[in-house]
């Protein structure tokens, strides 16, 4: 089966640009996770959906990021304005919902650098 | 909420020697703990987890031990191969949220 794919894989932008990024999770899978890693440091966990809807989006920094996923497909996390602090990879993760197993399949991640 | 410490950040072992990974954890309610192995440039990949009713799991040169009451668990590789080089977090997920929390990685470099 395909995995979780991203797009794009790379993105440079200045500083106040708005960024677009995208994560098709595994077909079938209703759980979808963002998590980003910034440089040398852990993943950190971003928001979590259940199909379309936002299950936990406590790990949101602030306003300027907006997740959607709409039809429950796949999920879109816009950065706007971007700031220097936004730069790292952020991961996109998908799981089935109640499947036997908790796992967590990651997508290649796309490596968002702010200048 | 969950606080997940990882350590070493960097190990250096020689090709056929042990390898281990250790991590600890905040939250006694948190019952699941995967291991993910991420290649430079490849996704993170899990290689192995565990859950809160088991204290142990292997499969083939890969293994991890849990302690609950210490709140610790590790991740063991023998036999180690080049190949085995890469970057491994460790995670932890609650009873009630879905959300992984992840320690700072550990480096790991297989040297001939």
């Known amino acids: 089966e395909a995995g979780v794919t991203q797009f794009p894989s790379h993105s440079v932008i200045e500083k106040g640009q708005t960024v677009t990024l995208r994560c098709d999770p595994i077909?079938?899978?209703?759980?979808l996770y963002w998590y980003r890693r910034v440089m040398g440091k852990e993943i950190k966990f971003l928001l979590h959906?259940?199909?379309?809807?936002?299950?936990?989006e406590s790990g949101m920094p602030n306003n300027r990021f907006l997740a959607e996923r709409t039809g429950g497909t796949y999920s879109t996390l816009k950065v706007q304005p971007a700031e220097l602090e936004d730069s790292g990879v952020y991961f996109c993760?998908?799981?089935?919902?109640?499947?036997?197993?908790?796992?967590?399949?990651f997508g290649p991640g796309t490596r968002l650098t702010v200048l | 909420g969950e606080n997940v410490k990882q350590h070493p950040s960097t190990l250096s072992v020689q090709e056929g020697d042990s390898a281990v990974i250790k991590c600890t954890y905040s939250?006694?309610?948190?019952?699941?703990f995967p291991w993910y192995k991420q290649e430079l440039g490849k996704r993170p990949q899990l290689i192995i987890d565990?859950?809160?009713?088991?204290g142990e799991k292997k499969d083939q040169r890969i293994a991890v031990t849990l302690n609950k009451t210490a709140k610790h668990f590790s991740l063991h590789i023998t036999e180690t191969q080049p190949e085995d080089s890469a970057v491994y977090f460790c995670?932890?997920?609650?009873?009630?949220?879905?959300?992984?929390?992840f320690g700072t990685g550990t480096r790991l470099q297989v040297t001939l």
């Open positions: 959906f259940v199909k379309e809807s936002k299950q936990d």
């Open positions: 939250d006694s309610a948190s019952n699941y």
């Open positions: 995670a932890a997920k609650g009873r009630t949220a879905s959300k992984l929390t």
């Open positions: 077909s079938g899978h209703d759980n």
């Open positions: 993760a998908s799981s089935q919902e109640g499947g036997l197993t908790d796992t967590q399949y």
């Open positions: 565990i859950r809160s009713n088991v």
